[in-house]
Protein backbone atom coordinates (compact mmCIF):
# COMPACT_ATOMS: atom_id res chain seq x y z
CA UNK A 1 0.00 0.00 0.00
CA UNK A 2 1.13 3.71 -0.77
CA UNK A 3 1.88 5.68 2.38
CA UNK A 4 2.32 9.22 3.22
CA UNK A 5 3.51 10.58 6.26
CA UNK A 6 3.66 14.06 8.03
CA UNK A 7 5.07 13.90 11.30
CA UNK A 8 4.41 17.43 12.55
CA UNK A 9 0.44 17.41 13.87
CA UNK A 10 1.21 21.22 14.53
CA UNK A 11 3.61 24.12 13.31
CA UNK A 12 3.61 27.76 14.08
CA UNK A 13 5.72 30.85 12.42
CA UNK A 14 6.33 34.76 12.87
CA UNK A 15 4.41 36.56 10.33
CA UNK A 16 7.03 37.34 7.04
CA UNK A 17 9.09 34.28 8.40
CA UNK A 18 9.84 31.39 6.65
CA UNK A 19 8.58 27.74 7.70
CA UNK A 20 8.93 24.45 6.18
CA UNK A 21 6.67 21.19 6.12
CA UNK A 22 7.55 18.06 5.88
CA UNK A 23 6.45 14.54 4.44
CA UNK A 24 7.88 11.69 3.28
CA UNK A 25 6.29 9.15 0.68
CA UNK A 26 6.34 5.61 0.31
CA UNK A 27 5.68 3.61 -3.22
CA UNK A 28 7.13 1.04 -5.79
CA UNK A 29 5.67 2.91 -8.57
CA UNK A 30 7.92 5.55 -11.24
CA UNK A 31 5.22 7.17 -12.34
CA UNK A 32 3.37 9.68 -9.86
CA UNK A 33 2.46 12.65 -8.92
CA UNK A 34 2.53 14.76 -5.36
CA UNK A 35 1.06 17.80 -4.19
CA UNK A 36 0.77 20.34 -1.33
CA UNK A 37 -2.87 21.26 -0.67
CA UNK A 38 -4.40 24.11 1.96
CA UNK A 39 -7.44 23.26 3.95
CA UNK A 40 -8.65 26.58 5.80
CA UNK A 41 -11.44 26.11 8.91
CA UNK A 42 -13.72 26.97 5.67
CA UNK A 43 -13.19 23.09 4.67
CA UNK A 44 -12.52 24.34 1.00
CA UNK A 45 -9.70 22.24 -0.44
CA UNK A 46 -7.20 24.20 -2.31
CA UNK A 47 -4.12 23.54 -4.34
CA UNK A 48 -0.75 24.94 -3.19
CA UNK A 49 1.78 23.09 -5.71
CA UNK A 50 1.95 20.21 -7.56
CA UNK A 51 5.26 18.29 -8.77
CA UNK A 52 5.43 15.98 -10.77
CA UNK A 53 7.74 12.53 -9.73
CA UNK A 54 10.10 12.71 -13.40
CA UNK A 55 11.13 15.88 -13.15
CA UNK A 56 14.07 16.77 -11.45
CA UNK A 57 12.83 20.09 -10.91
CA UNK A 58 11.60 21.54 -7.90
CA UNK A 59 8.25 23.17 -8.04
CA UNK A 60 7.67 26.54 -7.09
CA UNK A 61 4.23 29.21 -6.79
CA UNK A 62 5.35 32.44 -6.00
CA UNK A 63 6.01 31.88 -2.19
CA UNK A 64 5.81 28.62 -1.93
CA UNK A 65 8.32 26.06 -2.81
CA UNK A 66 9.31 22.18 -2.51
CA UNK A 67 11.99 20.26 -1.79
CA UNK A 68 11.58 16.90 -4.13
CA UNK A 69 14.39 14.47 -3.01
CA UNK A 70 12.97 11.34 -4.74
CA UNK A 71 15.65 9.01 -3.37
CA UNK A 72 14.77 9.68 -0.36
CA UNK A 73 11.26 9.83 -1.02
CA UNK A 74 10.54 12.81 0.48
CA UNK A 75 8.71 16.09 -0.21
CA UNK A 76 8.94 18.95 1.79
CA UNK A 77 7.05 22.87 1.14
CA UNK A 78 8.50 25.75 2.38
CA UNK A 79 6.36 29.21 2.54
CA UNK A 80 8.41 32.05 2.30
CA UNK A 81 6.96 35.54 4.28
CA UNK A 82 4.45 33.50 5.84
CA UNK A 83 1.01 35.33 5.98
CA UNK A 84 -2.17 35.51 8.25
CA UNK A 85 -3.85 33.86 5.34
CA UNK A 86 -1.80 31.08 5.37
CA UNK A 87 -2.86 29.60 8.42
CA UNK A 88 -4.66 26.48 7.46
CA UNK A 89 -4.45 22.32 7.85
CA UNK A 90 -1.71 21.34 5.13
CA UNK A 91 -2.16 18.11 3.47
CA UNK A 92 0.56 16.44 1.57
CA UNK A 93 -0.61 14.06 -0.81
CA UNK A 94 0.50 11.68 -4.01
CA UNK A 95 -1.39 10.35 -6.81
CA UNK A 96 0.12 6.83 -8.49
CA UNK A 97 -0.89 5.34 -11.57
CA UNK A 98 -0.75 2.08 -10.62
CA UNK A 99 -3.43 1.88 -8.25
CA UNK A 100 -6.74 1.94 -10.91
CA UNK A 101 -7.08 5.51 -10.95
CA UNK A 102 -5.21 8.72 -10.00
CA UNK A 103 -6.60 8.83 -6.02
CA UNK A 104 -4.87 10.97 -3.61
CA UNK A 105 -3.37 9.27 -0.83
CA UNK A 106 -3.12 11.75 1.72
CA UNK A 107 -1.10 12.33 4.82
CA UNK A 108 -2.63 13.37 8.69
CA UNK A 109 -2.01 17.35 7.99
CA UNK A 110 -0.02 19.65 9.80
CA UNK A 111 -1.88 22.50 11.47
CA UNK A 112 -0.07 25.87 10.82
CA UNK A 113 -0.07 29.18 13.02
CA UNK A 114 0.64 32.37 11.87
CA UNK A 115 1.33 34.15 14.37
CA UNK A 116 1.16 38.28 13.95
CA UNK B 1 -15.05 29.81 -14.19
CA UNK B 2 -17.23 28.18 -11.63
CA UNK B 3 -15.61 25.53 -9.45
CA UNK B 4 -16.68 22.64 -7.99
CA UNK B 5 -19.89 22.32 -6.34
CA UNK B 6 -21.61 20.48 -3.59
CA UNK B 7 -24.90 20.23 -1.95
CA UNK B 8 -26.14 20.09 0.40
CA UNK B 9 -23.41 21.75 2.59
CA UNK B 10 -24.69 20.47 5.95
CA UNK B 11 -26.66 17.55 6.60
CA UNK B 12 -28.50 15.55 9.58
CA UNK B 13 -29.87 12.49 9.30
CA UNK B 14 -31.02 10.09 11.93
CA UNK B 15 -29.65 6.38 12.13
CA UNK B 16 -30.89 3.94 9.59
CA UNK B 17 -32.14 7.03 6.85
CA UNK B 18 -31.16 6.80 3.47
CA UNK B 19 -28.69 10.46 2.63
CA UNK B 20 -27.85 12.07 -1.35
CA UNK B 21 -25.16 13.89 -1.42
CA UNK B 22 -24.69 15.68 -4.49
CA UNK B 23 -21.29 17.05 -6.63
CA UNK B 24 -21.76 19.18 -9.53
CA UNK B 25 -17.77 18.99 -10.85
CA UNK B 26 -16.18 21.77 -13.27
CA UNK B 27 -17.77 21.88 -16.97
CA UNK B 28 -15.55 19.40 -19.29
CA UNK B 29 -13.70 17.97 -16.27
CA UNK B 30 -14.20 14.21 -17.03
CA UNK B 31 -12.64 12.26 -13.99
CA UNK B 32 -14.39 12.64 -10.86
CA UNK B 33 -13.58 11.56 -7.29
CA UNK B 34 -14.95 11.27 -4.25
CA UNK B 35 -13.03 11.19 -0.53
CA UNK B 36 -14.37 11.10 3.09
CA UNK B 37 -12.76 13.29 5.77
CA UNK B 38 -13.10 12.10 9.16
CA UNK B 39 -11.70 12.73 12.30
CA UNK B 40 -10.09 9.38 13.13
CA UNK B 41 -9.49 8.19 9.54
CA UNK B 42 -8.19 11.20 8.14
CA UNK B 43 -8.92 11.13 3.99
CA UNK B 44 -9.56 8.39 2.28
CA UNK B 45 -10.56 8.24 -1.28
CA UNK B 46 -14.10 6.61 -1.83
CA UNK B 47 -14.55 5.90 -5.39
CA UNK B 48 -13.80 7.00 -9.24
CA UNK B 49 -15.23 8.45 -11.90
CA UNK B 50 -14.05 8.33 -15.39
CA UNK B 51 -17.07 9.96 -17.17
CA UNK B 52 -19.93 7.99 -16.26
CA UNK B 53 -17.98 4.60 -15.47
CA UNK B 54 -16.37 3.84 -12.36
CA UNK B 55 -13.52 1.79 -13.29
CA UNK B 56 -12.53 2.23 -9.50
CA UNK B 57 -14.84 1.49 -6.76
CA UNK B 58 -12.45 0.04 -4.14
CA UNK B 59 -12.53 2.96 -0.97
CA UNK B 60 -16.27 2.61 -0.81
CA UNK B 61 -16.39 0.92 3.12
CA UNK B 62 -19.58 -1.08 2.49
CA UNK B 63 -22.60 -2.32 0.23
CA UNK B 64 -24.95 0.79 2.07
CA UNK B 65 -22.61 3.17 -0.32
CA UNK B 66 -23.17 3.66 -4.14
CA UNK B 67 -22.55 6.36 -6.60
CA UNK B 68 -23.60 7.22 -9.82
CA UNK B 69 -22.41 9.79 -12.34
CA UNK B 70 -24.62 10.85 -15.30
CA UNK B 71 -24.32 12.91 -18.29
CA UNK B 72 -20.50 12.76 -17.46
CA UNK B 73 -21.55 15.78 -15.38
CA UNK B 74 -23.15 15.60 -12.05
CA UNK B 75 -22.79 12.62 -9.41
CA UNK B 76 -24.59 11.66 -6.78
CA UNK B 77 -22.98 9.65 -3.32
CA UNK B 78 -25.91 7.97 -1.77
CA UNK B 79 -25.94 6.02 1.74
CA UNK B 80 -28.16 3.94 2.80
CA UNK B 81 -29.32 2.55 6.71
CA UNK B 82 -26.78 5.67 7.94
CA UNK B 83 -24.93 4.81 11.06
CA UNK B 84 -23.09 7.01 13.08
CA UNK B 85 -19.71 6.04 11.78
CA UNK B 86 -21.07 7.58 8.68
CA UNK B 87 -20.61 10.91 9.75
CA UNK B 88 -17.80 13.09 8.64
CA UNK B 89 -17.39 15.70 5.69
CA UNK B 90 -17.49 13.95 2.22
CA UNK B 91 -15.33 15.91 -0.30
CA UNK B 92 -15.77 15.39 -4.35
CA UNK B 93 -13.21 16.18 -6.74
CA UNK B 94 -13.13 16.79 -10.03
CA UNK B 95 -9.98 17.21 -12.56
CA UNK B 96 -9.47 17.76 -16.56
CA UNK B 97 -8.66 13.83 -16.94
CA UNK B 98 -7.88 10.78 -14.97
CA UNK B 99 -4.06 12.72 -14.31
CA UNK B 100 -4.76 16.07 -14.01
CA UNK B 101 -4.75 18.14 -10.85
CA UNK B 102 -7.66 17.07 -8.68
CA UNK B 103 -9.88 20.69 -7.61
CA UNK B 104 -11.80 20.05 -4.28
CA UNK B 105 -15.37 21.21 -3.74
CA UNK B 106 -16.36 22.55 -0.35
CA UNK B 107 -17.53 19.53 0.74
CA UNK B 108 -20.95 18.45 2.69
CA UNK B 109 -20.37 18.00 6.49
CA UNK B 110 -22.75 14.62 7.15
CA UNK B 111 -24.24 13.65 10.94
CA UNK B 112 -25.63 10.66 11.66
CA UNK B 113 -27.68 11.46 15.48
Redesign the interface.
Known amino acids: AQTVTQSQPEMSVQEAETVTLSCTYDTSESDYYLFWYKQPPSRQMILVIRQEAYKQQNATENRFSVNFQKAAKSFSLKISDSQLGDAAMYFCAAAYSGAGSYQLTFGKGTKLSVIP | GAGVSQSPSNKVTEKGKDVELRCDPISGHT?L?W?RQSLGQ??E?LI?F?GNSA??K??LPSDRFSAERTGGSVSTLTIQRTQQEDSA?Y?C?S?LD??????????T?LLVL
Request: no cysteine; net charge neutral.
Open positions: AYYGLFYQPDSGVLASSWGTQYFGPGR
